[in-house]
């Protein structure tokens, strides 16, 4: 009984503390990212690639693609000022864990199993710019495969510091029914090797 008793109140410690740490590190992603129009935009670029996909007369699908092209651009540009503002944040601030599930100071006690939110911030950047330069794609429905997949990459890098990789890629497969293995596999091959360099993916 009293193991019992000892086990469910480090649970409730732990969870405890998980929570305080995760209600931080949003915070201080929520900090940065207000600056910027970054979840906008990229709401606008994602939504504009289903509706030129979608559309059947060729005419309008042209148009919609071009219209994207300033979005894109936006986006791209807004990701790489909020990197490289994110990039003077501290190190303490800024270890993300390797380890799947989130547990209490993990990048504290296991400083070897973290890496750099600001180092994965600007690969992301890099992809993004990347992927909204027209020249560098074949045609516009490759070039919104590839944005889709480093934004959504990007995106689960954010929740991967918020929570945890486990949830980070549930997220993923709820919200876009994309695995986070596959997700990995479509953004650019500049992206996938600096990405994976890092993170040990």
């Not at 209490?104 to 992301?124: E, N, Q």
């Not at 479509?186 to 994976?196: G, L, N, W």
Request: glycine share 2%.
């Amino acid at each position: 009984m009293d193991f019992l008793i000892l086990a469910i109140l480090i649970a409730i410690g732990s969870y405890a503390l998980t929570s305080r740490d995760q209600r931080q590190r949003i915070a201080t992603l929520g900090s940065h990212l207000s600056q910027y129009q970054i979840e906008k935009l990229m709401e606008t670029v994602t939504q504009g690639y289903l509706r030129a996909l979608g559309e059947k007369d060729l005419a309008r699908q042209e148009q919609i693609w071009a219209l994207l092209n300033t979005s894109e651009a936006q986006l791209a540009e807004q990701f790489k000022r909020f990197a490289s503002e994110f990039a003077k944040a501290g190190t303490e601030q800024t270890r993300v864990s390797k380890i799947a599930i989130a547990l209490p100071y993990a990048d504290t006690l296991f400083p070897s199993a973290t890496f750099d939110l600001r180092k994965v911030f600007a690969i992301h950047a890099q992809g993004i710019a990347r992927a909204a330069d027209t020249a560098t794609t074949t045609s516009a429905k490759d070039k919104a495969f590839t944005m889709s997949a480093e934004l959504f990459l990007m995106q689960h890098t954010c929740h991967w510091f918020c929570k945890s990789k486990t949830v980070a890629s549930a997220r993923m497969m709820a919200r876009h029914q994309t695995t986070y293995a596959q997700l990995v596999a479509a953004v650019s091959p500049e992206t996938r090797k600096a990405y994976c360099s890092l993170v040990d993916a």
